[in-house]
């Protein structure tokens, strides 16, 4: 990782080598800052600057004036510089307004005429092309969006060419647990800069036709970075080009700020679980020599397993406050599943609601797999279908072997104890 830094007059310029990062401190309140690639060979057509910033954000322009349509400003921004003349150097603007050093990563790649242009047919964005990625997260769900591509030669961007010529790849890399340092930070995200490196390192999550929707939804794990990444493919002329990466912990870093990460901790969420997995082992041995304690249980279980997601998906409710309402409805839920247990006393009917959190439990484990990334269930319609199928099969076959929802009941503490430690 090499660059040259000198001065001209009143502004700092930063020559970056094409196609190698360069780490590097920005000084507080230093504006107009140039970001320049020389010795470009000439069939380079167009350059991707990006800036990644983890605590604070950057403004990036196309011009010293900071038009609007040609700047952006956030932590993992990036612009496109068509190269006019063939072999020229190109150049960018930074600017840091913040009172304080920002450490950055810096890079340029360089593409040719038959290389695809990552976001060339932005609609949504600021910018014609808009080559980064956008991320809205929650402590539940994750949405990054990007803009469509076009191709090289720049087709209209309606031209049924392009739409059937493109296709993107999504890829998705996790951090270590609780590693919220500057150094895993910027070392993730070098993996994700250039298409060999994303391929490699990261997780490919979907492919996506050009006519498909942009924006998509992960899980978000606070405290837990992850970075998304995008692959462009240009599936006539075999080429491909790599969109500005972004990562996310689901909570900010900076201390003192509105859902920072300091300020998160799941301890009702490990109470409850520890909980609920001592009352596993409990049922596990001893369920049937208290079968209305069991009734009880699995009702509670399974408005539990209903609850969470509902409310964190629909409501704005705090992790805890969704917590305490799941166990408050749980718990109703568990006496109403006595009362038919007493009222009806039939063995059978006492056994589907087992069979059944038993089944949702191993359908969560089956979608977490590669299986629930598969395109034909990203339709909401077929992963619900899916998913109920296998809790439905699950709930058949094993109503003769209710006693393994104690060791569901178990592996969910295991699964908890487990993600809490890696």
Not at 142 to 155: C, P
Not at 227 to 247: F, G, Q
């Amino acid at each position: 990782m090499i660059g040259v830094t000198y001065s001209t007059g009143t502004s700092e310029q930063y020559e970056l080598v094409a196609n190698q990062p360069l780490l590097m401190q920005i000084e507080a309140m230093e504006t107009g800052i140039i970001i320049k690639v020389a010795n470009l060979s000439t069939s380079i057509t167009f350059i991707i600057f990006q800036i990644h910033s983890q605590r604070l954000t950057l403004t990036l322009s196309l011009t010293n004036t900071y038009n609007y349509e040609s700047t952006v400003k956030g932590n993992n921004i990036g612009l496109i510089y068509r190269v006019a003349t063939p072999g020229s150097a190109a150049m960018v603007y930074l600017n840091n307004t913040h009172n304080a050093t920002v450490d950055v990563l810096l890079a340029a790649f360089t593409y040719t005429a038959n290389d695809p242009i990552p976001g060339g047919c932005s609609l949504e964005f600021p910018q014609e092309e808009a080559p980064y990625l956008k991320l809205q997260y929650s402590h539940v769900l994750t949405t990054v969006d990007f803009q469509l591509a076009n191709l090289g030669i720049s087709k209209d961007c309606e031209d049924s060419v392009t739409k059937n010529s493109l296709e993107y790849d999504i890829y998705l890399y996790f951090l270590k647990q609780n590693e919220l340092g500057a150094e895993e930070y910027f070392s993730s995200l070098i993996k994700l800069l250039s298409i060999d490196s994303i391929q490699k390192f990261g997780r490919k999550i979907h492919s996506l036709h050009h006519s498909e929707k942009t924006s998509l939804a992960f899980s978000s794990y606070p405290r837990k970075g992850a970075a998304y990444a995008v692959i462009v493919r240009d599936t006539t002329l075999k080429t491909s080009a790599a969109y500005v990466p972004i990562l996310s912990y689901s909570c900010d870093v900076i201390e003192g700020s509105t859902n920072s990460c300091a300020d998160i901790g799941d301890v009702v969420g490990t109470v409850v679980t520890f909980l609920i997995g001592l009352l596993g082992l409990f049922m596990c041995f001893f369920g049937h020599r208290f079968f209305k304690t069991e009734m009880f249980f699995v009702g509670f279980l399974a408005m539990l397993a209903v609850s969470l997601p509902l409310f964190e998906l629909g409501t704005q409710l705090s992790n805890e406050d969704v917590i305490v309402t799941g166990i408050l409805l749980g718990v109703l839920s568990g006496m109403i599943w006595i009362l038919v247990w007493v009222c009806l006393g039939i063995p059978v009917v006492s056994l589907l609601l087992t069979g059944g959190v038993l089944g949702y439990l191993f359908a969560s484990l089956i979608f977490f797999t590669p299986f629930g990334s598969l395109d034909s269930l990203r339709n909401g319609v077929s992963y619900s279908m899916v998913f109920m199928s296998i809790i439905l099969f699950l709930t058949a076959f094993l109503l003769p072997l209710n006693k393994l929802v104690g060791n569901m009941q178990l592996s969910v503490k295991y699964m908890h104890w487990t993600y809490r430690n890696n």
